[in-house]
């Protein structure tokens, strides 16, 4: 049976200024096709190179705003974009905002139309459909998951042509935090984990094990700051549990082989994320990794405050670079020399593009352009979340929550000497905090922690040269709405900009 499929034409709004919600906000056409398990499956790829949004889309631009957080710093303070970003004094006309803004939007509006293809289609089975229904409902949830933390109240559209929003208002005003929560996220999220299949469809897919750790997230978000809705921290608890016991995930042997290129696809840990290749989604991590000593652009580095609190494990000999060769002499230079002063970021040196400053015999020319993959949710995450969220929920850890905390420590120092027991809640809290700051340190998350652990001002004060706005009032949690939006829409934006 033949049936109509709708297709957001979003290139004019994708081009010049990102009017992502000028009327009209798409335009239909309408082709007579034949639906197949092939269209579906392109529709649905389709929504992970919108989310990469182009080379310099999702993995640079998160990479620039994870320097509002305190393991990360802006290398050369001339580049003014990124400094901003560094002292919470992000621009309404910042093209990280703009970027991210647009590109989450744009996979939104994919996720929407595969949504509402199937949904209105009858002629493939759900044992076929239902798990690309899945991927777009776990899609857009992520990207609306990333929205609201960012940017807080937004508009809310699940409209297949975006002419109104979920509750049919055509102006598309923001809608609270609290009603996309609870009006698409969660509804989205919960169905991903029962249409999903344990094994992805392909390496990019979710499985829903990931829409499972997505979950845990949610409820682990809602229970903090701005909702505070702490109820959540048992549902999180009982949703990490399930993927700490019954997945297949698990720890990798040595934390170090999770960032070699060879392994970007071994999916022993990595439960999610979004995978590059030079030929296809490439990432950013090579020459804007190296510092100027290296011959690179200095963009991101280590903040020093950060690094000196870090325990001496295999995380912290891995993840900086504490002494380079000099491009000029070959000379060798401490990390207290460099010309940032600050460590430089290892982590991802095996991803290609920094010649002879890569790691484990990776010596590619250097580049812009680099592989490996931006990641998002790793077993690591699941026992962390469990550890937080149970002693959140009940008062105090379990026995669970103590192995789920020492197997991360096990690996990260080698042995079974460094194992937490005994602890107060308040010191097991802050143990489970500072470990999932260590653990996850330069992977993007460590700014959207701080947020919901109502935690911004203490832990950006601990690097005074950074010069970061702090305040009481919790204007600097939530980053500008893009310029042109609210001129477009009559918005106010956030408050402080």
Same mark, same amino acid.
């Given at each position: 049976?033949?049936?109509?499929?709708?297709?957001? !034409? *979003?290139?004019?709004?994708?081009?010049? +200024?990102?009017?992502? *919600?000028?009327?009209?906000?798409?335009?239909?056409?309408?082709?007579?096709?034949?639906?197949?398990?092939?269209?579906?499956?392109?529709? +649905?790829?389709?929504?992970?190179?919108?989310?990469?949004?182009?080379?310099?889309?999702?993995?640079?631009?998160?990479?620039?705003?994870?320097?509002? #957080?305190?393991?990360?710093?802006?290398?050369?303070?001339?580049?003014?974009?990124?400094?901003?970003?560094?002292?919470?004094?992000?621009?309404?006309?910042?093209?990280?905002?703009?970027?991210?803004?647009?590109?989450?939007?744009?996979?939104? &509006?994919?996720?929407?139309?595969?949504?509402?293809?199937?949904?209105?289609?009858?002629? *493939?089975?759900?044992?076929?459909?239902?798990?690309?229904?899945?991927?777009?409902?776990?899609?857009?949830?992520?990207?609306?998951?990333?929205?609201?933390?960012?940017?807080?109240?937004?508009?809310?559209?699940?409209?297949?042509?975006?002419?109104?929003?979920? =509750?049919?208002?055509?102006?598309?005003?923001?809608?609270?935090?609290?009603?996309?929560?609870?009006?698409?996220?969660?509804?989205?999220?919960?169905?991903?984990?029962?249409?999903?299949?344990?094994?992805?469809?392909?390496?990019?897919?979710?499985?829903?094990?990931?829409?499972?750790?997505?979950?845990?997230?949610?409820?682990?978000?809602?229970?903090?700051?701005?909702?505070?809705?702490?109820?959540?921290?048992? =549902?999180?608890?009982?949703?990490? %549990?399930?993927?700490?016991?019954?997945?297949?995930?698990?720890?990798?042997?040595?934390?170090?082989?999770?960032?070699?290129?060879?392994?970007?696809?071994?999916?022993?840990?990595?439960?999610?994320?979004?995978?590059?290749? !030079?030929?296809?989604?490439?990432?950013?991590?090579?020459?804007?990794?190296?510092?100027?000593?290296?011959?690179?652009?200095?963009?991101?580095?280590?903040?020093?405050?950060?690094?000196?609190?870090?325990?001496?494990?295999?995380?912290?000999?891995?993840?900086?670079?504490?002494?380079?060769?000099?491009?000029?002499? #070959?000379?060798?230079?401490?990390?207290?020399?460099?010309?940032? #002063?600050?460590?430089?970021?290892?982590?991802?040196?095996?991803?290609?593009?920094?010649?002879?400053?890569?790691?484990? #015999?990776?010596?590619?020319? %250097?580049?812009?352009?680099?592989?490996?993959?931006?990641?998002?949710?790793?077993?690591?995450?699941?026992? !962390? &979340?469990?550890?937080?969220?149970?002693? %959140?929920?009940?008062?105090?850890?379990? =026995?669970?929550?103590?192995?789920?905390?020492?197997?991360?420590?096990?690996?990260? &120092?080698?042995?079974?000497?460094?194992?937490?027991?005994?602890?107060?809640?308040?010191?097991?809290?802050?143990?489970?905090?500072?470990?999932?700051?260590?653990?996850?340190?330069?992977?993007?998350?460590?700014?959207?922690? !701080?947020?919901?652990?109502? %935690?911004?001002?203490?832990?950006?004060?601990?690097?005074? =040269?950074?010069?970061?706005?702090?305040?009481?009032?919790?204007?600097?949690?939530?980053?500008?709405?893009?310029?042109?939006?609210?001129?477009?829409?009559?918005?106010?934006?956030?408050?402080?900009?």
């Amino acid at each position: 049976m033949k049936k109509i499929i709708y297709v957001s !034409l *979003l290139a004019l709004l994708l081009s010049g +200024c990102v009017d992502l *919600l000028q009327k009209p906000q798409s335009q239909i056409i309408q082709e007579t096709i034949e639906l197949n398990e092939d269209i579906l499956a392109s529709m +649905c790829n389709g929504m992970y190179k919108d989310w990469w949004g182009e080379n310099y889309g999702f993995n640079t631009r998160i990479a620039s705003l994870a320097v509002s #957080g305190d393991d990360m710093l802006v290398g050369d303070k001339s580049k003014t974009r990124v400094l901003m970003n560094d002292q919470m004094r992000v621009t309404v006309d910042s093209q990280d905002v703009s970027v991210l803004w647009k590109w989450f939007y744009k996979t939104i &509006f994919s996720a929407n139309n595969i949504i509402s293809l199937i949904e209105v289609n009858d002629n *493939l089975e759900p044992s076929v459909t239902n798990k690309y229904l899945g991927e777009a409902r776990f899609m857009r949830a992520l990207m609306y998951f990333y929205v609201v933390r960012l940017w807080g109240d937004a508009p809310a559209i699940t409209d297949p042509q975006s002419l109104k929003d979920i =509750d049919g208002d055509t102006s598309i005003p923001r809608k609270s935090v609290k009603k996309i929560y609870d009006n698409i996220i969660l509804p989205d999220v919960r169905a991903a984990v029962n249409l999903l299949e344990e094994t992805s469809r392909s390496e990019q897919a979710p499985s829903s094990w990931a829409a499972k750790m997505l979950l845990a997230d949610v409820y682990l978000t809602m229970a903090g700051w701005p909702l505070n809705e702490t109820a959540y921290y048992a =549902d999180a608890a009982a949703t990490a %549990k399930d993927v700490v016991l019954n997945s297949p995930h698990t720890l990798m042997r040595e934390y170090s082989q999770l960032w070699l290129k060879a392994n970007s696809n071994d999916n022993t840990e990595h439960i999610f994320a979004l995978h590059h290749s !030079l030929t296809y989604l490439p990432s950013q991590y090579a020459i804007s990794y190296l510092g100027y000593e290296e011959d690179g652009w200095s963009d991101y580095v280590a903040d020093p405050v950060f690094f000196e609190n870090f325990p001496d494990d295999k995380r912290k000999e891995f993840c900086y670079v504490t002494e380079t060769t000099s491009k000029d002499d #070959g000379s060798i230079i401490q990390w207290e020399d460099f010309s940032t #002063g600050t460590p430089y970021i290892r982590k991802y040196r095996n991803y290609g593009g920094c010649s002879k400053w890569g790691i484990e #015999g990776d010596n590619t020319p %250097k580049s812009s352009l680099s592989e490996g993959l931006t990641p998002v949710y790793r077993y690591a995450d699941a026992l !962390l &979340f469990y550890a937080e969220a149970i002693t %959140k929920a009940t008062g105090s850890p379990d =026995d669970l929550a103590y192995e789920c905390i020492n197997r991360v420590r096990d690996r990260a &120092f080698g042995d079974d000497e460094h194992r937490l027991s005994g602890l107060t809640s308040e010191d097991f809290i802050k143990a489970v905090f500072d470990e999932f700051g260590w653990e996850n340190v330069f992977e993007f998350k460590r700014w959207f922690q !701080l947020v919901r652990t109502d %935690k911004v001002d203490e832990m950006l004060s601990k690097n005074p =040269d950074v010069d970061a706005r702090t305040n009481v009032d919790r204007q600097n949690y939530l980053f500008p709405l893009p310029v042109r939006q609210t001129e477009l829409r009559k918005w106010n934006n956030n408050p402080g900009y």
